[in-house]
C-alpha cells in the first residue's frame, strides 16, 4: 500500500492550528478545520450553523489576516473547510491525517481522542502537537491499533515560517507511521525533522527554554538592562535580531511562562532546574497583561507622538516603568560588526574582556553545559539539539557547533578554571584525543557519537546535494572573491555567489561568463544557486547598489554601459547557451538577482521567495534584461504560435505594473500570479534539498535530449502598450500612489518594455530592447532624484519617495 494525505482534519483553530491547516493547504492537501462549539450560544443561534462555527471560522479568519501572511497564497484557503466538533466529528472519517492541536490539557485531550477513536477510519495517523505532555499519559487505554498510528508532531510557530517539526514516537507506533511522516514532513512540508524523546518539552523548548530563563536570571543578578542583554543576543552570536527579548514578545510571555512551569514541575532531576524559576518581575508583567506583541505591550512596546512618529520604548524591571529604548553597545560587539565570518565574531564577544563580553560567555558555558547534559536523556546525539536549536529559534550555529567555534579544549579549561563541572561524556570525548563535535572530511560531515565514543556520518535526506560538502571534497574548479563553481556531480556544476547579500558586481558578471565556457567544455548543465545560513536569506539582494552609485557620482557613463552591456550579454549566453541552466532561488531574490533566474532556462524555487524587479524604488530600471525576459514570461505562457493571434493588451499592463509598482512576490505561489514563474517552473518546499532538486532538473532536461531555445524576435505592444500604460499613470498620480518622478521613470520603462517607437503587434530583436534598456538606465542614472534615491537606500536601507 502506498500511503498518501490527500484529506487531513486539524482538530483546534488557534494560532498554531490555523498555521498547520495553512501550511498543509499550501501543499495541496484538503484541510477539515474543527473547533468546539461556543459556551455562550443564545437560544435563537443554537441551530444556527453560522453562530456554532463561530469560534473556527474566527480561527480560519485570523490565519487570513495574520502578518506575516501564514498562507503561501490566500487562495489555498479554498482547501479549507470548517466544521465544529459536535456537528461535523464524523468527518474525520474521510481524514488521512488527523491533527490534535487543542489546550494544553491532559484531560481536554484524552476526551477528544476518545471521539476521535470512534470517528476515525482505520490506518488513518493520529498525531498530537502538544508541547509538553507526554503521549504515553495522552493514549493510555486506546485500542491497539490507535496507538499504532498515534505519535507527536511538535510544530514550532509562526508554522509557515519555523523549520523545526519535531517527531515523537509513541512506545507502540509502526515504525512505516513514523516513516511515512518524517518523509511527508521533509519533502512536502519542508520542514527540518528532528527525533525527540517522549521527555517534558521535547528537545528545542527544553533546551531553548532553559537558556532564556538563565539569561533572565543572570541579567537580574547581574544588573543588566533588557537592551544590553538583547544586544549581545543578536546576530554576532549568530541569533536573530530579536534576540531575546523581542523574541519572547513575539512568542509571548503566557508561552513562555507556561513552558517554564512545565519544565520545572515535570523535570525534578535537572541540575538547572532553578533557572527555570522566572524573576519576579515576569509575574508582574503577567498579572499586567503584558504579554509581548498579542497585548501590544510586552518587554518592549511602540508608542505614537502626536505627529504619528514611532517611539520604541523598553521596560525598566526595576520600576515596571516604560522608558525610551537607548540602543546599547559593548566594546566586544563593536569589534564583532568589522569581522567577516560568524566564528571571528563569536571569537570578539565570548573571548572579550568588557562587561558585555563576559556575561555572554557566563550564558554560553552555562548553555554549553546543560545541552551536554541533555544527551542522551532528550535526545541520542548532538545533532537534535543544534538542529532544534537552528530550526526552532533560528540560531546559526546549535549549542555544539557554537562550542566548537570557541574551541572545544580551551571552553572546558576555561570552565574548570571558573569551578564548574564539565559532563562526563565531554571529558571522555577529549580524553580520547577527539577535540571537536563535528569535523569535515573529503566533504563528508561528520559527529561526535557519545554513545559509541566515534564519529558517524551527518545523515542528510537523499535529495539534498550539499555545496560545502563538495567543496570540502576539493570539487570546487574556479574560485574568486564574489563566486564559487563547484562540480555537484554527475557532471553537473554550480556557481554560488558569496558576496555580501549576494550582491552581483562585476567579479559576479564575469565569473558566469567563466563558468558557462567551463561547462561548455566540461558539464552537462549548470545550476545557479546558493546556501545560507538562517530563514528566509538572500539568493540575491540585487545589483551592487554601491558600484552604481560611484559611476554615478563620477559620471562615468561609458563604464557603465560596458558594464550593463556585458552583464545583458552574460544572461543571454545563460539563455541561449548549449546546456541546461537552472535557478534555484530561495528568500530574496530582487533586481539583478531576479533577472539572472529570468534568464536561466527553469526556475527551480524555494516555497518562500521573495522575487522581484524593484529598480525603479531606486530610480532605475532592470537593464539585465529584466524588462524583456518578463514580457517573454508572460508571452511564452500563451498556447504556442498564438502571440500574434492573442490580445496582448490584457498582459501588457500587468507586466509592466510588476516593474513600476517594484511588485515582490511574499512567497513562490504570489511568483507564479506575478508572471516570474511558468508552467515548466517548479517550487520546492524543503530548501536544504533546492540544489539537489535544481540538479535533477538539469539531469531531466539532459535526459529529455535539451536543445537551446531559438533565437527569435519577440512581440511587442510598441505605442499602444505605451499608450495604455501613460493612462494608468495618470489615475495613480490622481489617486496618489506615485510621485511625479514614478512616473517620469515609469513612462520611460513602458517605452523601453513595449519595443520603442514601434506599432502593437511587432516582432523586435532582443538585442534592440536591451540597448533601450542601457540608454534609459544611463539617463535615469543622470538624475539628480536618481542619485538621491541610490544614496538614500545605501545610507538607511530604505527607498526614497522623492
Known amino acids: 500500500m502506498i500511503r498518501k494525505v490527500r484529506k487531513a482534519a486539524i482538530i483546534g483553530s488557534g494560532i498554531m492550528g490555523g498555521g498547520i491547516a495553512a501550511l498543509l493547504a499550501g501543499a495541496g492537501v484538503k484541510v477539515q478545520l474543527l473547533d468546539i462549539v461556543p459556551f455562550d450560544l443564545k437560544d435563537e443561534e443554537k441551530n444556527d450553523p453560522t453562530a456554532r462555527n463561530r469560534i473556527v471560522k474566527a480561527g480560519l479568519d485570523a490565519a487570513l489576516t495574520s502578518a506575516p501572511s501564514l498562507f503561501f497564497n490566500k487562495k489555498d484557503a479554498g482547501l479549507i473547510s470548517i466544521g465544529n466538533l459536535d456537528d461535523d466529528i464524523e468527518k474525520i472519517s474521510e481524514c488521512d491525517w488527523i491533527i490534535e492541536v487543542v489546550v494544553e490539557n491532559l484531560g481536554i485531550k484524552r476526551d477528544l481522542f476518545t471521539k476521535v477513536e470512534k470517528y476515525r477510519k482505520p490506518g488513518s495517523i493520529v498525531t498530537t502537537n502538544t508541547s509538553g505532555i507526554p503521549l504515553q499519559d495522552i493514549c493510555e487505554g486506546f485500542s491497539k ?35 511515512f511522516i518524517a518523509a511527508f514532513g521533509e519533502k512536502n512540508l519542508g520542514k527540518g525533522i528532528v527525533w525527540a524523546k ?9 533546551i531553548g527554554i532553559q537558556g532564556i530563563g538563565a539569561i533572565m536570571k543572570a541579567m537580574v543578578e547581574e544588573g543588566m538592562t533588557i537592551p544590553e542583554v538583547d544586544a549581545i543576543f543578536g546576530p554576532a552570536l549568530g541569533r536573530p535580531r530579536t534576540a531575546i527579548f523581542k523574541t519572547v514578545d513575539l512568542v509571548g510571555l503566557d508561552t513562555v511562562i507556561h513552558v517554564c512551569k512545565n519544565s520545572y514541575e515535570l523535570c525534578p532531576d535537572d541540575e538547572q532546574r532553578e533557572a527555570l524559576i522566572l524573576p519576579e518581575f515576569i509575574g508582574k508583567m503577567a498579572d499586567k497583561n503584558l504579554l509581548g506583541n498579542k497585548t501590544q505591550a510586552g518587554f ?37 560588526k568589522k569581522k567577516t565570518t560568524l566564528k571571528e565574531k563569536i571569537a570578539c564577544v565570548l573571548k ?40 526552532g529559534y533560528n540560531f546559526e550555529m546549535g549549542p555544539f557547533e557554537l562550542w566548537d567555534a570557541y574551541g572545544v579544549k580551551e571552553a572546558v579549561d576555561r570552565i574548570e578554571k571558573e569551578g564548574l563541572d564539565v559532563p562526563s561524556n565531554v571529558k571522555k570525548m577529549l580524553e580520547k584525543g577527539n577535540t571537536c563535535f563535528y569535523k569535515l572530511e573529503n566533504g563528508i560531515k561528520y559527529f561526535y557519537d557519545f554513545a559509541s565514543a566515534s564519529y558517524k556520518e551527518v545523515p542528510v535526506a537523499k535529495n539534498m546535494v550539499s555545496i560545502a560538502a563538495a567543496k570540502g571534497n576539493n570539487k570546487t574548479v574556479m574560485e574568486n572573491n564574489s563566486a564559487s563553481l563547484v562540480d555537484i556531480g554527475d557532471d553537473v556544476f554550480c556557481i554560488e555567489f558569496h558576496t555580501k547579500m549576494n550582491a552581483i ?7 558566469i ?44 557613463y561609458a563604464e557603465m554601459d560596458a558594464f550593463l552591456k ?6 543571454q549566453k545563460t539563455k541561449y547557451s548549449a546546456f541546461p541552466v537552472v535557478a534555484a532561488p530561495y528568500g530574496m531574490v530582487l533586481g539583478g538577482g531576479c533577472e539572472t533566474c529570468l534568464g536561466a532556462d527553469r526556475i527551480v524555487a524555494h516555497s518562500e521567495l521573495y522575487m522581484g524587479l524593484v529598480e525603479i524604488g531606486v530610480g532605475l530600471l532592470p537593464a539585465g534584461g529584466g524588462t524583456m525576459n518578463l514580457w517573454k514570461k508572460y508571452i511564452n505562457a500563451l498556447p504556442a504560435k498564438t502571440a500574434k493571434d492573442t490580445d496582448l493588451a490584457k498582459f501588457f499592463v500587468p507586466a509592466f505594473m510588476k516593474i513600476g509598482m517594484a511588485a515582490v512576490s511574499m512567497s513562490a505561489a504570489q511568483a507564479v500570479g506575478n508572471g516570474f514563474l511558468g508552467q515548466a517552473d517548479r517550487i520546492v518546499f524543503n530548501r536544504d534539498n533546492l540544489i539537489g532538486e535544481a540538479k535533477k532538473e538539469v539531469l531531466k532536461m539532459v535526459d529529455d535530449g535539451y536543445v537551446p531555445p531559438a533565437r527569435q524576435g519577440l512581440i511587442v505592444m510598441g505605442d499602444a502598450g505605451q499608450g495604455m500604460v501613460n493612462a494608468e499613470i495618470f489615475n ?24 520603442g517607437e514601434v506599432k502593437v503587434g511587432s516582432s523586435v530583436d532582443e538585442d534592440t530592447i536591451l540597448k533601450l534598456e542601457r540608454e534609459a538606465f544611463i539617463d535615469f542614472s543622470k538624475e539628480e532624484k536618481t542619485i538621491a534615491r541610490i544614496d538614500h537606500m545605501l545610507t538607511t536601507g530604505r527607498p526614497l519617495r522623492n
Not at 514550532?156 to 507502540?172: T, W
Not at 517522549?198 to 527544553?206: C, E, K, L, Q, Y
Not at 558586481?505 to 565569473?511: F, G, K, L
Request: glycine share 8%.
Open 145 to 179: 491499533e490507535f496507538k499504532e498510528h498515534f505519535m507527536g508532531t511538535h510544530f514550532f510557530n509562526p508554522v509557515r515560517y519555523m523549520h523545526l517539526l519535531e517527531l515523537i514516537p509513541g512506545s507502540d507506533t509502526l515504525p512505516e507511521i513514523l516513516e
Open 198 to 206: 517522549d521527555t517534558p518539552n521535547f528537545v528545542g523548548n527544553r
Open 300 to 336: 518592549y512596546k511602540t508608542e505614537l507622538t502626536p505627529k504619528w512618529k514611532k517611539l520604541r520604548k523598553v521596560l525598566n524591571p526595576s520600576t515596571m516603568e516604560y522608558e525610551d529604548l537607548v540602543r546599547p553597545s559593548f566594546p566586544c560587539i563593536d569589534e564583532a
Open 352 to 391: 572579550g574582556d568588557d562587561k558585555g563580553a563576559k556575561f555572554a560567555w557566563k550564558m554560553a558555558a552555562n548553555s554549553f553545559l546543560y545541552a551536554a547534559n541533555r544527551v542522551p536523556e532528550i535526545a541520542d546525539t548532538i545533532i537534535e539539539i543544534d538542529n532544534s536549536m537552528k530550526w
Open 505 to 511: 558586481n562585476e567579479e559576479i558578471v564575469d565569473s
Open 513 to 556: 561568463g567563466v563558468a558557462l565556457d567551463y561547462v561548455d567544455k566540461n558539464g552537462a548543465g549548470l545550476v545557479i544557486g546558493n546556501e545560507a545560513g538562517g530563514m528566509p536569506g538572500a539568493f540575491s539582494a540585487g545589483a551592487d547598489l554601491g558600484f552604481i552609485s560611484k559611476l554615478c557620482h563620477d559620471k562615468k
Open 566 to 571: 556585458k552583464a545583458q550579454d552574460g544572461i
Open 732 to 755: 495613480m498620480l490622481n489617486g496618489k500612489f506615485m510621485s511625479d518622478y514614478d512616473a517620469f521613470l515609469a513612462k520611460r520603462i513602458a517605452y523601453v518594455m513595449s519595443g
